[in-house]
């Protein structure tokens, strides 16, 4: 059963931050190009983040003075499927390394495969 729980917008970005310190640094050191931006409201319902861009299993020759690619987490779903602040910590790991699996060209299919 979901309810809702109040996250500041300050403390949800340190849990952002935080998920994005357990990505190992060998997957870290080759993200390129991307920015994780936390946003309240998302453009359309039921989205918990959204990865935009270009993934790098797509990146050729042709990929330079390209804007960033950008994820972008959505405090105010996430806060209101989730009870408890350890929820909050927990649903903000899983749609980080979601939308970072986009950026490495992972798909939705894949990683449900994955477990995720």
Not at 54 to 80: F, H, M, Q
């Amino acid at each position: 059963m979901a309810g809702v729980i109040e996250v500041s917008r300050e403390k949800f970005e340190e849990l952002v931050a935080d998920a994005l310190d357990t990505i190992p640094p060998e997957l870290t050191r080759v993200m390129d190009n991307v920015v994780v931006v936390v946003v309240d409201d998302p453009p359309e319902p039921d989205l918990l983040g959204l990865y935009t861009g270009v993934p790098l299993t797509e990146r050729g020759d042709w990929y330079a003075g390209v804007l960033p690619d950008r994820i972008e987490i959505y405090r105010n779903p996430i806060c209101s499927i989730c009870e408890t602040e350890d929820d909050v910590v927990q649903e903000v790991q899983i749609t980080v390394v979601h939308e970072i699996a986009h950026h490495f060209g992972i798909d939705d299919d894949r990683l449900h495969t994955l477990g995720w």
